[in-house]
């Protein structure tokens, strides 16, 4: 298998990302043109980790986006259903507590954690409501989700560059950089049938969260999602 199908089958998924696990930190930087360096500082700020926090990080992949939440002193849990990012991961911060899981059926107790967040991977779990539903149970009562995802340019001639973009550069980019172009193929195919600014935010309504926001960065390149647990 190299390409995972817009179905979103766990399995096919995983897979797909095991195959680009060893240079994937790469290849985003490669394909963002360093942007999502960016992105993960904005999130870093959203979630304003502290010591003492414990903090979900849902398909965080070799864990890239958990360092910033670590130096701040929180307790934070790279979550991956991709073993191959796990054991990539593991490798690179062996004192991190890597763990398996499927965002549709968390390992975790009810109101375990302080934070939950996820960045460029909701949309690549199959069934998007109720990773929204087990990200709220797993939330303690008063606790923040932060989701960083790709989404759409506000701007109507911007927003066609990017698409061209996604359809036509991307995948010979991805062929040059990444051990696996076809998955790339899928990604962008995944982005451009992705929801949009509030059409998310609904979904996040109907999961049980409230005061639910969100900011676009890079014209709507991506969008930075908030919600709260009710007390």
């Known amino acids: 298998m190299t390409r995972a199908s817009l179905n979103k089958k766990p399995a096919e998924v ?9 240079r994937y930190d790469l290849t985003n930087d490669v394909l963002s043109l360093g942007q999502d ?3 993960r500082k904005e999130v870093a700020r959203a979630v304003d980790a502290c010591p003492a926090q414990k903090i979900l990080d849902l398909a965080a992949g070799t864990a890239t986006s958990s360092q910033p939440f670590a130096r701040a002193g929180a307790y934070v849990v790279p ?13 690179r911060h062996p004192w991190m507590p890597f763990t398996a899981g499927d965002g549709m ?22 069934d998007t409501d109720a990773a929204l539903r ?7 009562p008063g606790g923040q989700v932060v989701i960083c995802e790709f989404s759409h340019p506000t701007w109507a001639p911007f927003r066609t560059v990017y698409l061209e973009y996604l359809m036509r550069a991307l995948p010979p980019v991805a062929t040059a950089v990444s051990s696996n172009p076809d998955a790339y193929v899928y990604l962008a195919e995944s982005i451009r049938d992705w929801p949009d600014q509030p ?3 609904s979904r996040l309504q109907r999961a049980g969260w409230s005061k639910v926001a ?8 991506v969008a930075l999602h908030r919600g709260t647990k009710p007390r």
Not at 79 to 91: E, N, Y
């Open 14 to 22: 995983a897979s797909m990302f095991d195959e680009v696990a060893e």
């Open 37 to 39: 360096r960016i992105w």
């Open 79 to 91: 979550c991956d259903f991709s073993i191959g990012m796990l054991r990539v991961g593991k490798q």
């Open 105 to 126: 059926n968390l390992p975790f107790r009810d109101d375990v954690f302080d934070t939950v967040t996820i960045s460029f991977g909701l949309r690549n779990i199959q």
């Open 134 to 140: 087990e990200l709220h149970r797993v939330t303690k």
């Open 199 to 201: 059409a998310l935010a």
């Open 214 to 221: 969100w900011r676009n960065l890079t014209g709507g390149v």
